[in-house]
C-alpha cells in the first residue's frame, strides 16, 4: 500500500468512529431524556418497544394523511381566492 491509500484508510476509519460515536451520544441523550436509563432491562425493553411501535404508528399517519390534507387545502384556498374549479372550464376544441 502507497502512503496515500494508508491515509485514505485511515481518514475511513476515523469518519466511522465519528458517527459510531454520534450514534451513541444520541442513544445516551435519548436514555437520559426518557430516563429509561434507571429502568430494569425488561422494562427498557418494553419502553423501548412502546416507543418505537408509537414513532412509527406516527410516521405511517403523517405519511398517509398528510398528503391529503395538503390537498384539500390547497384545493379550499384556491376556490377562495378566485380559482375557477375544473368542472366550470370551458373545453375550446
Not at 451520544?25 to 418505537?52: A, D, K, N, R
Request: aromatic fraction near 18%; charged fraction near 15%; hydrophobic fraction near 45%.
Amino acid at each position: 500500500m502507497s502512503f496515500c491509500e494508508k491515509c485514505h484508510l485511515q481518514e475511513l476509519r476515523m469518519d466511522v468512529k465519528r458517527v459510531k460515536d454520534y450514534i451513541y451520544w444520541l442513544y445516551y441523550q435519548y436514555l437520559l431524556v426518557t430516563c429509561s436509563y434507571v429502568l430494569e432491562p425488561w422494562e427498557q425493553s418494553m419502553f423501548h418497544t412502546i416507543t418505537v411501535t408509537v414513532v412509527a404508528m406516527v410516521v405511517y399517519t403523517a405519511y398517509v394523511f398528510v398528503p391529503i390534507h395538503v390537498r384539500l387545502a390547497l384545493e379550499f384556498f384556491s376556490q377562495i381566492f378566485g380559482a375557477q374549479p375544473d368542472s366550470a372550464v370551458p373545453v375550446v376544441n
